[in-house]
């Protein structure tokens, strides 16, 4: 069976430090890899997506970056955060068919809660 | 952006009623899924039903689309204290863009 696995689970960080949270996949093979940020109460915002390694699709011109080094790995980055930057960034993969959107549900990560001090 | 709404944004019911979400959308849609998301958790797939299915279930879950009113609903039957949680709708539409609404947060009272 496939899993997400996300870590950290939480993260308090200060202001202009670094960022990295990885997102790793198993049991499938080229995924469709997603990273999503979820203000407190809200919806999903769609930040990156990737169809394959080394492809990543930005949504939303950000401090953020993301980075697929590895088939069923994703990592989201940060030269400098923001507080901005607070919220639950979440992880979400779908099986790989035709183009990055599919009528396959996505499969999420349990999150990682990022505190920006 | 999202353009899912979910309504009510909040609902709070007995334990063992019926609970009803809304999802109204903008566009001409692919498909359309809910999810649920436990607090400080991921969210889990509970239910896909693509533009030319007007209803589905799945155990006490039934989810219906009226797309000429551009809106789904979801029905929680005999609701229990683990259905407390918060119901996304996500719309894929015709560009295979996945849209996300705010949600509607359940509580069940026991």
């Known amino acids: 069976s496939q899993t997400i696995h996300q870590w950290p689970a939480t993260l308090v960080q200060p202001v202009g430090s670094p960022l990295s949270l990885e997102c790793t996949v198993e049991?499938?093979?080229?995924?469709?890899l997603y990273w999503y940020r979820q203000a407190a109460g809200r919806g999903l915002q769609l930040l990156f997506y990737?169809?394959?390694?080394?492809?990543i699709s930005s949504e939303v011109p950000q401090n953020l970056s993301a980075s697929r080094p590895q088939d069923r790995q994703f990592i989201l980055s940060s030269k400098k955060l923001l507080l901005s930057d607070s919220g639950f960034y979440l992880c979400?993969?779908?099986?790989?068919?035709?183009?990055?959107?599919?009528?396959?549900?996505?499969?999420f990560g349990d999150g990682t809660r990022l505190s920006i001090l | 952006s999202q353009q899912g709404e979910e309504d009510p944004q909040a609902l709070s019911i007995q334990e063992g009623e019926n609970a009803t979400m809304n999802c109204s959308y903008k566009t001409s849609i692919n498909n359309l899924q809910w999810y649920r998301q436990n607090s400080g958790r991921g969210l889990v797939h509970l239910i896909l039903i693509r533009s030319n299915e007007r209803e589905k279930h799945s155990g006490r879950l039934r989810v219906t689309l009226d797309t000429s009113k551009k809106s789904s609903s979801l029905l929680i039957t005999a609701s229990r204290a683990a259905d407390t949680a918060s119901y996304f709708c996500a719309t894929v539409d015709s560009n295979y863009q996945l849209i996300w609404g705010a949600g509607t947060k359940l509580i069940i009272k026991p």
């Open positions: 049991g499938t093979s080229n995924p469709n």
């Open positions: 979400a993969w779908t099986k790989a068919r035709e183009g990055a959107w599919s009528n396959q549900p996505q499969h």
């Open positions: 990737s169809v394959g390694i080394g492809q």
